[in-house]
């Protein structure tokens, strides 16, 4: 499973980048908002700390202005996603971008149906809202679960499976077992992914006990 990190904020990528587990960002005009950060000029240092996929979102959401959008947020980068929101024209620009050869995510979805569209579009990601159908008592799980069993059944679709709001580590194992390619986490999560408190224990329990020894692996 690939892990992208859900954030517009630069100090936090490059973090998170230096671990070299980090495969692509996506961010979405509320993030760009709270970051304070020109978005181009974002999206593009964003590009250069991340190799992988990195989402930017088209502001529009009329299909001319979307497609003109998109068209010129791919020039930005190689590894620029255009994301598109999932109504009609989002999906009328996302097959006009992915047959030209531009990756896109197709974004806000929260219906298996939605997903398939997404998938016949050609779209490269469908991001599924796991945490906000939660939000409202629905199963954001069984979502991700329904989508995964309809693309495995339908295997000439090349669409991954973006697990998107994501609110806790519980989202992404799970996510993992069902078989989604990519879980895109805010950077707590993907911290607390790295955590247990018995690693913790054990850790301080190893270093106090070789200290006792009195040993050093490399000469001084
Ligand atoms: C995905 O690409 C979205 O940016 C994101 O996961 C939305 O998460 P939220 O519901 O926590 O805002």
């Known amino acids: 499973m690939k892990f992208f990190v859900d954030t517009a904020e630069l100090k936090d990528i490059q973090d998170l980048a230096?671990?070299?587990l980090l495969d692509g960002v996506t961010t979405n005009p509320s993030l760009i908002a709270k970051s304070g950060k020109n978005f181009i000029e974002l999206i593009k240092e964003i590009c250069k700390v991340v190799p992988g996929p990195v989402s930017a979102e088209v502001a529009s959401t009329d299909y001319e202005s979307m497609l003109k959008e998109g068209q010129y947020l791919a020039t930005l980068a190689k590894n620029v996603t255009v994301k598109v929101p999932l109504t009609p024209a989002g999906?009328?620009?996302?097959?006009?971008?992915?047959?030209?050869?531009?990756?896109?995510?197709v974004t806000l979805c929260f219906s298996p149906?939605?997903?398939?569209?997404?998938?016949?579009a050609g779209a490269t990601?469908?991001?599924?809202f796991v945490g906000r159908l939660d939000d409202i008592g629905q199963d954001g799980m069984g979502l991700i679960k329904e989508i995964c069993e309809m693309y495995q059944a339908q295997p000439h679709l090349k669409t991954q499976v973006l697990?998107?709001?994501?609110?806790?580590?519980?989202?992404?194992?799970d996510a993992a077992k069902m078989g989604a390619h990519v879980a895109t986490c805010p950077p707590a999560i993907i911290h607390q992914l790295f955590n247990h408190?018995?690693?913790d224990k054990g850790l301080a329990q190893f270093v106090a006990d070789w200290a006792k020894t009195g040993q050093k692996i490399l000469a001084a």
């Open 197 to 199: 408190p018995l690693t």
């Open 18 to 20: 230096a671990t070299g």
């Open 163 to 173: 697990v998107a709001s994501v609110r806790h580590p519980r989202h992404v194992i």
């Open 113 to 120: 149906a939605q997903a398939l569209l997404a998938a016949k």
């Open 125 to 128: 990601f469908v991001s599924p």
């Open 91 to 105: 999906l009328k620009v996302c097959k006009e971008l992915s047959g030209k050869g531009t990756m896109v995510n």
